[in-house]
């Protein structure tokens, strides 16, 4: 379940005194959302923001984020918050690569909060945990709105993280390491560390569930991915086999359409978080994806505009989720330029209109997909 305090969703303005005097919380809404309510500690809090354009005229939005322009901080409760940040690209000097937000619109950013790390001025190591010690902590975000570089505050939420017990504490004595952690919190190495990905993923491949496999599983995905991009043929990669057994990945056949889009890092890198407790047209599925990951997702006319989704709140790569729509063998994805339909597979010899619609997703199986992919 998704964390978010529903009150005082408007953001305030912070002022430097060189602005302009605006009524600036009449036009950007900032709201921050978890990902669930409790976690462990060494555990990836993901975050997501929503900026909404709350005024009469078009705001400059970020296309992507980097490291630290959406600033976090975090306390417990009661305490003065401190900025979290991940180590990395500062915010820039100069307006980022932006796209006009139209009034009433929203744009949508995805965090991941586990640790930081980067080098002192002597050269040595600075390694924290966002959130290193059982308790409770709040949190909230500060959004700047560029070119002018005004301060949008969020609403402010609460998580519980607890010590690890059991398996988890057995995973998390062999994760609790800086280069390690490293990994985890952008699925990238640290000065060539190709140790790091050949332990997460024998660390996936030798303990059935833990309270960190969600985590694992996005930072191998996105180190696998670039991997494929840079060799394609799959075989040739080191430690591919080990790496695709850990993220159960089944080498395609050649005519899979999937291998076309093995170059579009969007679909890994993204994530998606969702829930549709009750059947959802397509349509109204796609265009949520389409507004949270900023890839468009269509149906196409020759799918039937009565297939619907049904899922449990779900956290995914936005490769898995599409798949989704695939698993069946009735539907596919063609590209159109940077966008995405889904449409139909021509049936099988011997196969009957009555055998395709059997073959339609299920809830179950739409659980089961996201169960067998994303253990938790």
């Known amino acids: 379940m998704r964390v978010s305090t529903p009150a005082a969703f408007l953001a305030v303005a912070l002022h430097t005194g060189l602005l302009d005097s605006l009524d600036a919380a009449t036009k950007l809404a900032i709201e921050l959302e978890s ?97 290193p010690e059982s308790g409770e902590y709040e949190i909230f975000v500060k959004y700047p709105l560029f070119p002018k570089r005004e301060m949008f505050e969020s609403n402010r939420i609460r998580i519980r993280v607890d010590e690890p017990k059991g398996v988890d504490a057995e995973v998390w004595k062999q994760l609790n390491n800086e280069k390690i952690l490293f990994f985890l919190q952008r699925g990238e190495l640290w000065l060539n560390s190709q140790e790091v990905p050949r332990k997460v993923a024998e660390v996936l491949t030798g303990v059935p569930d833990s309270a960190y496999h969600s985590t694992m599983r996005w930072a191998l995905g996105r180190h696998y991915h670039r991997l494929r991009i840079e060799n394609p043929n799959p075989e040739d990669i080191e430690n591919g086999k080990l790496f695709r057994k850990a993220l159960g990945i089944m080498l395609q056949h050649p005519s899979d359409r999937w291998e076309e889009f093995v170059h579009d890092e969007r679909l890994y890198v993204r994530r998606l978080v969702f829930a549709f407790p009750d059947p959802t047209p397509l349509d109204e599925v796609f265009a949520l994806a389409t507004r949270k990951t900023g890839v468009s997702l269509k149906r196409d006319p020759t799918v039937s505009e009565e297939r619907s989704l049904r899922a449990q709140q779900c956290d995914t790569s936005l490769d898995d989720f599409m798949r989704i729509f695939t698993a069946g063998g009735y539907s596919t994805w063609v590209r159109d330029g940077r966008d995405y339909r889904l449409v139909p597979v021509p049936p099988l010899p011997g196969s009957t209109p009555a055998d395709a619609q059997e073959n339609e997703l299920t809830p179950r199986q739409v659980r089961e997909i996201h169960e067998k992919t994303h253990p938790k």
């Not at 900026?51 to 305490?79: R, S, Y």
């Not at 500062?90 to 937000?101: E, H």
């Not at 929203?106 to 002597?122: A, C, T």
């Open 35 to 131: 990902d669930k309510r409790h976690y462990v500690v060494g555990e990836t809090v993901i975050l997501e923001v929503r900026v909404e354009n709350t005024g009469g005229a078009d705001l400059p939005a970020w296309i992507d984020i980097l490291d630290n322009q959406i600033q976090i901080f975090l306390a417990h409760p009661g305490a003065v918050a401190d900025q979290f940040t991940i180590g990395g690209r500062a915010i820039p000097s100069v307006v980022p690569n932006t796209i006009a937000l139209p009034p009433g619109e929203s744009k949508y950013y995805p965090l991941r909060v586990l640790h930081h790390f980067s080098l002192s001025s002597n050269g040595g190591a600075i390694s924290t945990l966002a959130f």
